[in-house]
């Protein structure tokens, strides 16, 4: 029961395929009409598919984000770092772990070092386009340059594998969030939900990264509204039941004389 009522704070979705006139797909079609009231009455917000199209694969799939980190973990875990006479490469194994021993806190702090200014703004390089000559930022933000230098070769490193290694590397981490059930049962079929599940619990689980810049504005109203009977600002029934009768003050607001008080 629990991990079926955890299954949209993990998962953005759960998609299931199926053929509808195949009996490998059986389980998947059984399990999905059996348990998708259930299902969705402990997670109403969740979006539960399935795709029947004819000959399809049965499998059950979700939509996860991967980081970089979580991709050299599995290409040093499954041995994907290989030469073209087929030796695991040393070097770009060791650039991998250079990569996942990096100090992130170290880096966010050596970010700020240089007050009022942010390398990583967006549109940066058209809005102050001689920054990279200032001497005063170079010698605050120095460390930081050189950290981010360092990860730079050593990503240069990692994807420089032949036979576009880092790029199938990709491929593959991405089909660890899809599980085939050709001819399962329904247990086997509860069984790859569940592991989708735990799949998410851990990607979740990560601290979220706020935006240290503001991205979006949103203006306020540019003439507020206020009844004084009926304070805070009324709703729009509110507004209908009082029979607003606009004045205007000394500061320009718009104040709303209720027919009430009249």
């Known amino acids: 029961m629990s991990w079926k009522a955890g299954l949209s704070r993990y998962l953005p979705c759960v998609r299931f395929f199926a053929c509808p006139d195949s009996p490998s797909s059986r389980g998947v079609m059984t399990y999905y009409a059996r348990n998708y009231d259930h299902l969705k009455i402990l997670n109403p917000n969740l979006p539960l598919m399935i795709r029947t199209v004819e000959n399809a ?19 040093i875990q499954t041995g994907r770092f290989r030469d073209t006479n087929g030796s695991i490469s040393e070097a770009r194994v060791e650039a991998a772990k250079a990569y996942l021993s990096t100090d992130w806190d170290k880096l966010s702090i050596e970010r700020w070092k240089s007050p009022g200014f942010d390398p990583e703004r967006p549109g ?33 490193v990692i994807k420089s594998g032949p036979d576009n290694e880092y790029t199938r590397a990709e491929n593959a981490l991405l089909m660890c969030q899809r599980v085939d059930l050709w001819c399962a049962g329904e247990k086997e079929v509860e069984q790859a939900v569940i592991h989708l599940y735990k799949l998410g619990r851990k990607l979740n689980e990560r601290e979220v990264e706020l935006p240290s810049f503001i991205a979006e504005y949103y203006p306020g109203p540019h003439k507020a509204q206020f009844c004084r009977k009926h304070n805070p600002i ?29």
Do not use: H, Y
């Open 57 to 75: 694969m049965p499998a059950v799939t979700t939509e996860l984000e991967w980081t970089i980190q979580d991709l050299l973990r599995f290409m």
């Open 124 to 156: 940066l390089d058209e809005d102050e386009p001689a920054w990279k000559e200032n001497p005063q930022i170079q010698a605050n933000l120095g460390t930081f340059f050189s950290m981010k230098n360092a990860m730079s070769e050593q990503l240069e």
């Open 234 to 262: 009324p709703t729009a029934n509110r507004m209908q039941r009082c029979k607003p009768l606009p004045a205007t003050t000394d500061e320009g607001e718009v104040m709303v004389e209720c027919a009430e008080l009249k």
